[in-house]
């Protein structure tokens, strides 16, 4: 059976301009699937777009959406009106690097808005009509930083603790019913928005950062094998140290000590 055949004809890829979220969307044109792509800006949205039509021959609509508003899902279904969504794919997410108090209290309630509230909306709504079919497919972007706490990184390592967590729950009450759900917990990968961030090297131990392509295709494959896993062998194995080797305070202060190095970060 192939990728198409288990899962359906169309995904929506959320946070699709670049990066992780392009990466899923050429993997799942490969696979013949056409698309649907969401994103806050207009412009790199439609170039993304351009080039997996060529590339594919897919039919690719995009839909322009910021993520943080209140009301994401319902712009998403008037955009796209009776279209049945086969297979989603949550990548968009918020970040902030520095001290919890050094900005506003809106930048944390709008990475909470894009990295929990709206996939919670779109898996509900997205993934419950998938339950109803009993057919499909859901992948949630998650993070090495969620598995314990990340200072400086605290409320976006907490919202990827959300996804990992609330992944594993659907996949426990969906495994039975022919949606597979799983989450993608990925180290330092070399996307834009990573690279743009312009982090030094936080330990002598710390992985390479991987490609996206890579990152993408280890979760496909693993999709309804299992309800979450660590991307990449050397984030593998670093969060194995971590977990078996430190106690929770010794990972914390890790985790938070790396944070400061890479990123310079003063008291």
Same mark, same amino acid.
């Given at each position: ?11 929506? +890829?959320?946070?699709? =301009?670049?990066?992780? $979220?392009?990466?899923? *969307?050429?993997? %799942? !044109? ?107 497919? +859901?992948?949630?972007? =998650?993070?090495?930083? $969620?598995?314990?706490? *990340?200072?400086? %990184? !605290? ?113």
């Amino acid at each position: 059976m192939t990728f198409k055949q288990k899962y359906g004809n169309t995904a929506l +890829v959320a946070g699709a =301009s670049e990066g992780m $979220g392009a990466a899923y *969307a050429h993997a %799942l !044109a490969e696979r013949g699937l056409n698309l649907v792509l969401i994103a806050r800006r207009k412009e790199p949205l439609e170039a993304t777009a351009e080039a997996l039509n060529a590339k594919y021959g897919v039919k690719v609509q995009t839909v322009p959406c910021d993520l943080s508003s209140p009301d994401a899902l319902q712009q998403i279904e008037t955009a796209i009106g009776d279209k049945q969504i086969d297979f989603l794919v949550y990548n968009a997410a918020l970040s902030y690097i520095g001290p919890y108090l050094a900005t506003e209290l809106t930048t944390h309630q709008n990475i909470a808005s894009v990295n929990m509230l709206s996939p919670m909306a779109l898996v509900y709504y997205f993934g419950g009509k998938m339950v109803e079919r009993g057919k499909g497919g +859901v992948v949630l972007m =998650s993070s090495i930083a $969620g598995l314990q706490g *990340a200072g400086f %990184l !605290a409320t976006y390592a907490a919202t990827k603790a959300f996804n990992k967590v609330f992944a594993e729950g659907l996949w426990y009450e969906w495994k039975n019913r022919g949606v597979d759900i799983i989450a993608c917990c990925a180290g330092a990968t070399a996307t834009p928005n990573y690279i743009n961030t312009n982090p030094g090297k936080a330990s002598p131990l710390e992985p390479k950062a991987q490609q996206p392509e890579q990152v993408v295709e280890e979760c496909l494959r693993k999709l309804g094998k299992k309800p979450s896993f660590i991307s990449g062998r050397g984030n593998r194995l670093v969060t194995f140290l971590m977990q078996h080797l430190f106690s929770r305070k010794q990972a914390t202060n890790m985790m938070g000590d790396g944070m400061r190095k890479m990123y310079r970060i003063k008291d």
